[in-house]
């Protein structure tokens, strides 16, 4: 069974950066979806940040646009999110899966931004 485990989260302040990674662990057709990091605040719904299709090509939601980049490696079954500039309102619970929800949803890395 896949097993999606997301890291690098943590407590940042505001304009500080973070790196999360994804693992898609025992995964055979990673290389063939579009990945996807989704955040999740609190009282709120799940909502996409970022993805990146098959061959690598970005694409980002409005309010992370120049702030997050993401990023993926094939042969290590890998999708990594950079986040740069952070502002409060990142702070949300981080997910990744694929597009088409192919995968079951990992526990999610934490991310906070606070002074």
């Known amino acids: 069974q896949v097993q999606l485990v997301e890291s690098g989260g943590g407590l940042v302040q505001p304009g500080g950066s973070l790196r999360l990674s994804c693992v898609a662990s025992?995964?055979?057709?990673?290389?063939?979806?579009?990945m996807g990091w989704y955040r999740q605040a609190p009282g709120k719904e799940r909502e996409l940040v970022a993805h990146?299709?098959?061959?690598?090509?970005?694409a980002y939601g409005d309010s992370v646009k120049g702030r997050f980049t993401i990023s993926r490696d094939n042969a290590k079954n890998q999708v990594t999110l950079q986040l740069n500039s952070l502002k409060p309102e990142d702070t949300a619970l981080y997910y990744c899966?694929?597009?088409?929800?192919?995968?079951?949803w990992g526990q999610g890395t934490q991310v906070t931004v606070s002074s």
């Open positions: 899966n694929s597009l088409s929800g192919d995968y079951f």
């Open positions: 990146i299709t098959s061959g690598g090509s970005p």
């Open positions: 025992g995964s055979r057709f990673f290389r063939i979806y579009t």
